[in-house]
Structure formats: structure tokens, C-alpha cells
């Protein structure tokens, strides 16, 4: 028993060159076997693996024509934003349910699927890429682009397919800005009209509220108190002529009471004593009524009419008007009695003929002074009421600021925002114009649709030799596997290894002819037929790749 445990407990020897070819020898067929159907395989799926062509276009981004400080673009989307917006329309379903019908793609696909995978397998073939700079042909320094591809088995179908959607990205850019730019417009021409009709409000309430407080407005302010200035000012200038007058007027008065007197003078000597004192008293009447005159109408200056100190002033000018007419009576009296002897002297009557005449001639005058008097003090009253009313105005403006404020606010406000809109609207409408003569930005076709001459995939002879590989390397691990398992001994080394013992001679293997024959007869008729159907299978599949492709 203690042989058998060193055996079973001795560790497998170091194999060398020798033990590896020994071992590919024994297990050849083990090797062979899974790299020629690997082969076989890689061989038949690469042949039968449809050709398949990618035909691309590249786009160049154009910018506009226009400087962007000129007229200001409606559309303010970024290309990259803006071409993925167009290519999601473009691969939307109806889109490319339109281009699969009409150019007549993925028959067999719609044979065995419905069309909404067919759609999804549309997509994954459909290629956009980003908008990149690229140096342009003519040195000019990069140009922006960005290319549309398109993978099919048909060569020919392919290209237009990607001519297709080249067309339709350039019709769907030029519908797309189109209509931003004219939705722009028409929003903005709307919001236009609303400021509009909100401006026309507000201007008409203004107006009417102008025309309702004309004269008591805010802003006519000033122009009110330099009018009150300006009037009083003219209160002044008639109080001042009033005075004038007066003065005038008592002076005529005076000086026709003198021609009076010198009437009376006239009469007799021993009148004109009496007569004199008489004159005398007049005069400084009159010199008091002027004073009194004076005081009344500087107190009218500062005061009403209704104030105490006018009335008193009043009441003490009409006292001394009533004590003047009633000298002035006792003067007209005494006159007859003094006419009869002053008809006696033909000169006394000649000089009392022309102080009645200078008498009457004053008098005229001091009607005239009269007259003026009263168109001074109409014009006074008149006066009177302006002022009135221009202070009622000046008292009024504080109440109705706040709202005549409220309103020029808003229609200063309003106006703005008018005028903005209109300008905006403007530059809208210069831009919508742009986009329809397409000299905004645009795209053109850099590059067209190519006609793809060789297949982009499948790489046949890369995926026969992976094939291959792989075949070789199933083989070596199975036949890594077949000699980890097997504990057999191969040979004299494995002999002497495991047995520690002299090996003196070899024995050769005895079997039987027949056997041997029958048994090799087996193996290669199994190794043909492989060899057969496999050489037959690649036969064929490349004989249907040149044979479908013609």
C-alpha cells in the first residue's frame, strides 16, 4: 500500500518541448477539429453577412450675410440646439415611415417585423453628428459643419437615401426659421396692437381729463402764478391810474371851484371875505378827500373791500365828500343874489362870461375823468375775478397732482413700451424678410451624398482569422483539459518519474490488424466527410455572396 500512496502523492513532472509536441501529437485531431469548424464558421457567417454601405454628406453652417449688429436674428438658437431639434423631426415616424416606403427599404425586415421596429432599425442606421470646425479646402480658415450618414446593404439606395435626408434637413431648417421668425413677427405685432389700444386709453383720459382741469393742471403751474403776477401787477398799475385820476379830478374840481369863486369875487366887496374864507375851506376839503382817496386805495391794494379799515376809510371819505357838496350848495345859492349888479359893469360881464366858460370847460374834463374812472374800475373787477379765479386755480392743483401723476405715469409708461414693441416689431420684420431671401444663416451642402465603392462592414478576412483564433484556442484548452484529466503514463520520462525505478526495456503495443484498419478506415472517413462539408459550406457561401451581388 505505501508505493500506492507515493504515487497517488507525487506531484505531476515539468513538462518540456518534447511532452508539448508529444501532446499536440496525440491530441491533433482534438486541436484540428475546433479550428476548422471555427473556420468553417467564420468563413460562412462572413459570407453571408450582407454587405453593407455608408454613404455621408457633409453640411457647411453659412452664417448671415447681414452683420448681426445690422438686423438681429429671430431665431436665437444655437445651431447644435437647432439641428437636434431638426434631426428629432426628422427621424419622427412619419418622417421615415415616408422614406421607407418610398425608396423601398428593409423588405425583408417588414416581412418578419413590424414597423415600429423596422423604424428603430432605420434610426440606429442613421448617423448626425455635431457641429465641428473643419479646415476648408481653400485655406480660408474653419469652416462650421457637420456631416448626415446613412448604412444600407444597397450601395445605390444608399446614396439616395442620404440625398434624401440631406434635402429634407435643408427644407426642414429653411421651414423651421422660416416660421420662428414669422411667429416672432406676428407675436410681437399682436403685443403691439395691445400697447396700442392701452396707449389709446390712457391718452384718451388724459385728454379728458386736461380739458375737464384746463387751467388747474400740475404742469400749468407756473404759467397760472406768473399770470396772477402778471395780473396783480395790472391791479397795481389801475390803482395806481385811479389815483391818478382822483387826483386829477380833485384838481379840476378845485380849480373850478376857484373859477367859482372868482365869479362870486365878482359880486361884491363885502362878499369876498366871506367868499374867500369859503375858498379856503373848500380847498383843504379837497386836499383832504385826495389824502383820504389815496389811504382808501392803497387799503384796497392790501385788503377786500369787506375789511374794517376800508370801510372806516370809506366812511371817512364820504364825510368829507358830503361836508364839500354842501359848501358847494351854499355857493350855488348865493349866486342870483350877485348876478343882477354884476350885469351893470359890462366888464365885470365880460370876465364873468369866460370863467363860465373856463368853468364849463373844466367841467367837461372832470366828466371825462369821470367816464375814465369808470372803465378803470370795470377794468378793476374784471381784474378781481381773474385773480380769483387764477388763485382758485393755484389752490387747486395740489388736490388733483397726485391723479394728473398717476395718469402721465402710466401714459409715460405705456408710450415706452410702445415705442420699444414698434421698434422691435421693426427689426422683426426686417429679419422675417431676411430668412425668406435665405441670406440669414443657412446651410449648403459641402459635401454630397457619396456613392460608397467598397462595404464599410462586415471585414471578412478579420472576421475569418478571429474564426480561426478562436477555433485554435478551443482546441488548446481542450486539449489542455483532456491532459489535465488524463493520469496515464505516456512515456519512459513519466515512467521513471512516478515509479523511482530502473526502467530496463520497452514491450511494444500488440493490437490487432484488422482492428487498427478498420479503425483508421473510421477516422478518415469522419476527417472527409468534415473536411467535405465543411470546404462545402464555404463553397457556397461565398459562391452566394458573389452570386447575390452581382
Not at 240 to 254: D, M, N, T, Y
Not at 410 to 420: I, N, T, W
Request: hydrophobic share 40%.
Amino acid at each position: 500500500m505505501q508505493p500506492t500512496q507515493d504515487f497517488l502523492s507525487t506531484p505531476r513532472r515539468t513538462l518540456d518541448v518534447e511532452d508539448y509536441i508529444d501532446v499536440v501529437r496525440r491530441h491533433k485531431g482534438w486541436i484540428v477539429g475546433p479550428a476548422f469548424a471555427a473556420l468553417v464558421i467564420g468563413v460562412v457567417g462572413a459570407f453571408l453577412w450582407p454587405d453593407t454601405y455608408v454613404s455621408t454628406a457633409v453640411i457647411r453652417v453659412v452664417p448671415s450675410q447681414v452683420p448681426e449688429k445690422f438686423v438681429p436674428s429671430n431665431v436665437n438658437v444655437e445651431m447644435s440646439q437647432h439641428i437636434n431639434s431638426m434631426a428629432n423631426a426628422i427621424l419622427s415616424r412619419t418622417m421615415l415611415t415616408n422614406i421607407i416606403q418610398s425608396q423601398g427599404l428593409y423588405q425583408r425586415e417588414l416581412r418578419r417585423r413590424p414597423m415600429e421596429d423596422v423604424i428603430e432599425i432605420m434610426r440606429r442606421d442613421i448617423r448626425i453628428s455635431n457641429v465641428l470646425d473643419i479646415q476648408s479646402r481653400s485655406g480660408r480658415g474653419p469652416l462650421s459643419a457637420f456631416s448626415i450618414s446613412f448604412e444600407y446593404d444597397d450601395r445605390y439606395r444608399v446614396q439616395k437615401v442620404a440625398r434624401d435626408l440631406v434635402s429634407r434637413f435643408m427644407n426642414e431648417n429653411l421651414r423651421t426659421r422660416s416660421n420662428q421668425s414669422r411667429e416672432t413677427t406676428q407675436f410681437l405685432k399682436d403685443q403691439l396692437l395691445a400697447a396700442k389700444k392701452a396707449l389709446d386709453e390712457l391718452e384718451n383720459r388724459r385728454t379728458q381729463f386736461r380739458v375737464k382741469n384746463a387751467g388747474r393742471l400740475p404742469d400749468e403751474f407756473q404759467a397760472n402764478l406768473q399770470a396772477l403776477r402778471s395780473l396783480e401787477t395790472q391791479m397795481s398799475g389801475i390803482h395806481g391810474a385811479l389815483s391818478r385820476i382822483s387826483q386829477e379830478k380833485l384838481l379840476l374840481e378845485s380849480q373850478v371851484q376857484i373859477y367859482r369863486d372868482q365869479l362870486a369875487s365878482l359880486g361884491s366887496s363885502g362878499d369876498q371875505l366871506g367868499a374867500s374864507v369859503k375858498n379856503e375851506r373848500l380847498v383843504q376839503l379837497e386836499r383832504e378827500i385826495l389824502g383820504m382817496q389815496t389811504a382808501v386805495s392803497g387799503l384796497r391794494e392790501r385788503y377786500k373791500d369787506t375789511h374794517p379799515d376800508v370801510g372806516r376809510a370809506q366812511a371817512q371819505l364820504g364825510m368829507l365828500k358830503k361836508m364839500r357838496d354842501e359848501l358847494l350848495k351854499q355857493e350855488e345859492q348865493k349866486k342870483p343874489e350877485t348876478d343882477a349888479p354884476r350885469q351893470a359893469n359890462p366888464a365885470t360881464s365880460r370876465a364873468a362870461k369866460d370863467l363860465e366858460a373856463a368853468v364849463a370847460r373844466l367841467q367837461s374834463q372832470i366828466q371825462a375823468k369821470d367816464l375814465e374812472m369808470e372803465d378803470r374800475v370795470k377794468e378793476q373787477s374784471q381784474l378781481k375775478e381773474a385773480i380769483q379765479a387764477y388763485q382758485s386755480r393755484i389752490q387747486a392743483s395740489p388736490v388733483m397732482e397726485g391723479e394728473y401723476a398717476d395718469l402721465t405715469r402710466d401714459y409715460s409708461l405705456a408710450r415706452s413700451k410702445y415705442d420699444d414693441l414698434n421698434t422691435k416689431m421693426s427689426q422683426s420684420e426686417i429679419a422675417t424678410d431676411l430668412e425668406n431671401r435665405n441670406q440669414s444663416e443657412t446651410l449648403e451642402v459641402l459635401d454630397d451624398a457619396s456613392l460608397p465603392e467598397k462595404p464599410s462592414k462586415p471585414d471578412r478576412l478579420l472576421i475569418v482569422a478571429v474564426g480561426l483564433g478562436l477555433g485554435l484556442v478551443a482546441g488548446a484548452f481542450i486539449t489542455g483539459v483532456r491532459e489535465v484529466k488524463d493520469a496515464s503514463l505516456k512515456n519512459l520520462k513519466d515512467a521513471r518519474a512516478y515509479t523511482n525505478l530502473p526502467v530496463l526495456g520497452t514491450v511494444p503495443l500488440l493490437e490487432n490488424d484488422l482492428v487498427v484498419r478498420r479503425k483508421r478506415r473510421l477516422v478518415w472517413l469522419a476527417w472527409s466527410a468534415a473536411c467535405m462539408l465543411g470546404i462545402l459550406a464555404m463553397t457556397s457561401s461565398i459562391y452566394y455572396y458573389y452570386a447575390t451581388k452581382v
